[in-house]
């Protein structure tokens, strides 16, 4: 019966709470919604209003503002940096769908500037050159989500501890290669299995291995996936690839310059964010995968050793909590003997 | 009125739900289904993902059009010649559509002013019902008397008018507001009650 009435005031509903004023903006329920929303798609470099416009022709979900794609990045060296707030003005202006924008590793202030931009989603991004070798921002701070890269199960938790609402394979960007993508996405299911296959006794110890929050690795085995969205990025050329990645057990995927850097990018965007829906019927991937040009051109990661590497910089090395773990010599000496 | 609860079991032919499955949080809504589904004890319930034209037949009762972008959505349906055969379905006598979000702007005849304000306008609510708004569409105006409001959001505190967050017409539900994204199943419920009041409906 009590169900019965509840169903009664759903359809009577009035929300009288003051509206926006009482209402919570930026929770995290909030910014890892957002995340939700773009599940299923793909989400595209871009660098001027011209290719973001193409994107969302194509079917994108949202577009990535950049300064330079991965591949020049990786080209001509020196720096990465935010893109000039008025170039992402211009692209926000360009398109009604999300628009995203990196910052450096570490660097709240390029995240503050980006927060008051207005964009729809942060990068904290190994692509640009990192600004904190130790620390990445405090990202419970904004009220903008963030998207972070992730290599292992390890680092994808600590990102969502740090406020991350949403995660992405490091995978080589702006190579064409996509084989880091592929390890990284097998790594984070293969350790989640194993999280699994442990009982609740076992789980603080691998927590301990991963460094991670024993609550959050309890969920993420609970969930049998990463309590947010997981995307895939990094190399991506092509609609096989795609399908690859989806198959692999992804939300959805990053394509930074595999689109921009192949011969045809309005008809290689239209296919890709097609394969991204049709990735279980290689039938329609045929299809899509017909007539395209030349994809990116691309670098293979195992020829690459001239070029900086994103994903074989060393590990992040912040012990975000060592409760259990600290130096018993570092304790105060009075509260030892009381 | 008579309950529509629980669902005639005498009748073979069991409920069928599509969900349209081109981009966006349909998984979240399929989940909800499923929970709202032992909420009402309802044995039999197919869930249907719509991906292709052929997907889109008579042997769905009800189809939810999740949240998503509304303009990713629109673009792959044009693309895949599946507008027209869904404008036809949702058109036809007993088959009930619900769209939250960009399924809202979907359904809708017209937009104006899209997206003002980026994330920090976003905002959870709660009170009778928790509401999740993120880039939501608000109803300014009802242009048929066949339309009517189900929900509305009270903004006076900030010095703004109530703005209209849920509507029905005939067989069509539509939100402004994520309840796939809370455990609150109140509205999946509700969809389902309706797909099953229709449904009895047509047959009789």
Known sequence: ?338 | MPSALPVDSSKKDKLAIGILEVQGAFNEHHVALRKAQKCLNIPDLEIIGVRHPDHISDNMDGLIIPGGESTTISLFLKRNKMDEPLRKWINSKGHVTWGTCAGMILLSKQTENQKIGGQPSNCDTDDIYHGVFIRAPAVVEICSPEVTALATLDRSGSGQTEVIVAVQQGNMLATAFHPELTDDVRWHTHFIEMTCMAKRNSNV
């Open chain 1, 1 to 338: 019966m009590s169900q019965k009435r509840d169903i009664l005031d759903v359809m009577n509903l009035t929300l009288k709470d003051g509206g926006t004023s009482n209402g919570h903006t930026g929770t995290f329920k909030v910014k890892a919604g957002l995340a939700q929303m773009t599940k299923g798609g793909i989400i595209m470099d871009v660098t001027t209003p011209e290719e973001a416009r193409i994107a969302e022709e194509a079917g994108a979900c949202a577009v990535m503002a950049l300064e330079r794609v991965p591949a020049d990045i990786r080209r001509e060296g020196g720096v990465a940096r935010m893109t000039d707030p008025k170039k992402i003005k211009g692209i926000m202006a360009a398109v009604t769908i999300p628009v995203m924008a990196k910052c450096r590793i570490g660097h709240f202030a390029e995240g503050q500037i980006l927060e008051a931009l207005g964009v729809d989603m942060i990068d904290e991004s190994e692509v640009l050159t990192p600004a904190d070798e130790e620390n990445h921002v405090n990202k419970h701070d904004f009220k903008v989500p963030f998207v972070c890269g992730a290599r292992d199960l390890g680092e994808a938790l600590r990102r969502i501890s740090e406020g991350a609402a949403m995660i992405r394979t490091k995978g080589e960007a702006g190579t064409g290669d996509v084989s880091e993508a592929v390890r990284h996405a097998r790594t984070i299911r293969k350790q989640i299995k194993i999280a699994q296959a442990m009982d609740s006794t076992e789980l603080y110890l691998y927590a301990k291995e991963l460094r991670v929050p024993i609550d959050l690795l309890q969920k993420t085995s609970e969930l049998g996936r990463l309590p947010v969205v997981n995307f895939a990025a990094g190399g991506l050329a092509t609609p096989a690839d795609v399908s690859l990645l989806m198959q692999l057990g992804v939300d959805g995927v990053f394509v930074g310059s595999g689109i921009f850097k192949s011969s045809n990018p309005p008809e290689r965007a239209v296919a890709m964010a097609q394969a991204v829906t049709h990735y279980k019927d290689p039938k329609i991937l045929s299809e899509l995968s017909s007539d395209l040009g030349a994809a990116m051109f691309g670098v293979p990661v195992n020829q690459m050793n001239k070029f900086p590497t994103y994903s074989k910089q060393k590990s992040d090395t912040n012990n975000i909590w060592d409760a259990t773990l600290g130096d018993p010599a570092k304790f105060p000496v009075n509260q030892a003997q009381s």
